[in-house]
């Protein structure tokens, strides 16, 4: 069974620090693109970073472009993002989502969701 | 980036309804379309991807249609549990992006 099991997520001030982890079982982590998607509270979901099986390719953003870095270790079967500079309006629960297999050349749709983790930005 | 627009934003219907959910994109992604349920507190759930496609395990009453800038999510008959927050994606450019979602709510 597929899981996604996301962890790091709190209460932290604005201009501070948080990396959140995603732990993955049950599939070839290593075959794998990753993403994160957030949703505000009340609102709708936003993509926010995409890193591929073999951390070759990265995108972001362009809300949290030059503050979040997306990162993977297969060998430890894990999806990270650090979050620098953060404001108020990165308050989320974040989301690592796994890609499907029917995607397009640039992108894909996500078959698998954690079930998040709520990051709150306020002093 | 590619903005996708979601009608109508709440939709009042009753069991056993047929309802249909639309969505538009700013330009042509052809047929990159997912469609997603989410319930309260819960992440959301793949329905349908390439605009058309099945996920495996949901209930067939679940179907869609489209290619180009239109799209729709047509449930045929609605069931207790299809009462939730519906919202497509597009991943035709590299920078995904979701409508705003749509609520489908009891009549």
């Known amino acids: 069974e597929v899981q996604l099991v996301e962890s790091g997520g709190g209460l932290v001030q604005p201009g501070g620090s948080l990396r959140l982890s995603c732990a993955a079982s049950g599939f070839t982590f290593s075959s794998y693109s990753m993403n994160w998607v957030r949703q505000a509270p009340g609102k709708g979901l936003e993509w926010v970073s995409y890193i591929s099986s073999s951390s070759s390719t990265i995108y972001y953003a362009d809300s949290v472009k030059g503050r979040f870095t997306i990162s993977r270790d297969n060998a430890k079967n894990s999806l990270y993002l650090q979050m620098n500079s953060l404001r108020a309006e990165d308050t989320a629960v974040y989301y690592c989502?796994?890609?499907?297999?029917?995607?397009?050349?640039?992108?894909?749709?996500?078959?698998?969701w954690g079930q998040g983790t709520l990051v709150t930005v306020s002093s | 980036d590619i903005q996708m627009t979601q009608s109508p934003s709440t939709l009042s219907a009753s069991v056993g309804d047929r309802v249909t959910i639309t969505c538009r994109a700013s330009q042509s992604i052809s047929s990159w379309l997912a469609w997603y349920q989410q319930k309260p507190g819960k992440a959301p759930k793949l329905l349908i991807y390439k605009a058309s496609s099945l996920e495996s395990g949901v209930p067939s009453r679940f179907s869609g249609s489209g290619s180009g800038t239109e799209f729709t999510l047509t449930i045929s008959s609605l069931q207790p549990d299809d009462f939730a927050t519906y919202y497509c994606?597009?991943?035709?450019?590299?920078?995904?992006?979701f409508g705003q979602g749509t609520k489908l709510e009891i009549k």
């Open positions: 989502a796994r890609e499907g297999i029917y995607c397009s050349s640039n992108a894909c749709y996500f078959d698998y």
């Open positions: 994606q597009q991943y035709n450019s590299y920078r995904s992006s």
